[in-house]
Structures are given as structure tokens and as C-alpha cells.
Nanobody
Framework: QVQLVESGGGLVQTGGSLRLSCAAS????????LGWFRQAPGKEREFVAA????????YYGDSVKGRFTISRDLANNTVFLQMNSLKPEDTAVYYC??????????????????WGQGTQVTVSS
């Protein structure tokens, strides 16, 4: 069982930065992998970034590579998404998600078991 709570969303201007946090809890959290996804109105959920909590390996969607960075705080069971050089097309609700260890299809949102409530990110043009 894993509980996820996102925070840090808000309104920023084009070219600005924002740092999202996902606080995780639960007795089996450390055995899970974490992902960030986003969904804009009328669009499918899009893979943003993922990491292995214990190993630290990271992966990024093509649209954010070089601008976003996913990281972890081991002491506080928190995963971050640092977003730089933001564009209007980054506007979406951002969700963190978790899935137990095993064969990891990190780009596929249907393979994740636990989801946070989402946090809105709006980038003004």
C-alpha cells in the first residue's frame, strides 16, 4: 500500500521554473518505482519522467528531456520534478504514480497501481 500526495503546482510565465513534490508513504514504498505523468484537458495522459527509488535510474519523455529533472529525497520519502524552461504546452495536471517492483513498463500509465490527486501547472504565454 502506497499513498502519494503531490504539491508545488501553480502559475508561471513562459521560461520560468517550478518544482513539484510527491510525498510517499506506506510500508512497501521503498520497493516501488515512481513516475510523473501529466494530462491536459482533452488529451491522453502523457509520460513525463520516472525513477527507480532504490537504484536511482531515471527516464524522461521526449518532450521534457533536457528541461525537467526527476530526483528523490531518501530521508523524506519524496520524489521531485524540477521543471525548467517551461512552455505553454507544459500546462497540465501533473500526477505522481507508483508501481511495485518487477517488470517495469515505466512509460505506460495503465501499469501503475497508486496515484496522487494531481497538482495543476499552468504556464502563461
Amino acid at each position: 500500500q502506497v499513498q502519494l500526495v503531490e504539491s508545488g503546482g501553480g502559475l508561471v510565465q513562459t521560461g520560468g521554473s517550478l518544482r513539484l513534490s510527491c510525498a510517499a508513504s506506506g510500508p512497501t514504498f521503498s520497493s516501488h518505482n515512481l513516475g510523473w505523468f501529466r494530462q491536459a484537458p482533452g488529451k491522453e495522459r502523457e509520460f513525463v519522467a520516472a525513477l527507480s527509488w532504490t537504484g536511482g535510474a531515471t527516464y524522461y519523455g521526449d518532450s521534457v528531456k533536457g528541461r525537467f529533472t526527476i530526483s528523490r529525497d531518501l530521508a523524506n520519502n519524496t520524489v521531485f520534478l524540477q521543471m525548467n524552461s517551461l512552455k505553454p504546452e507544459d500546462t497540465a495536471v501533473y500526477y505522481c504514480a507508483a508501481v511495485a517492483g518487477g517488470l517495469w513498463y515505466y512509460r505506460d500509465p495503465t501499469r501503475y497501481t497508486y496515484w496522487g490527486q494531481g497538482t495543476q501547472v499552468t504556464v502563461s504565454s
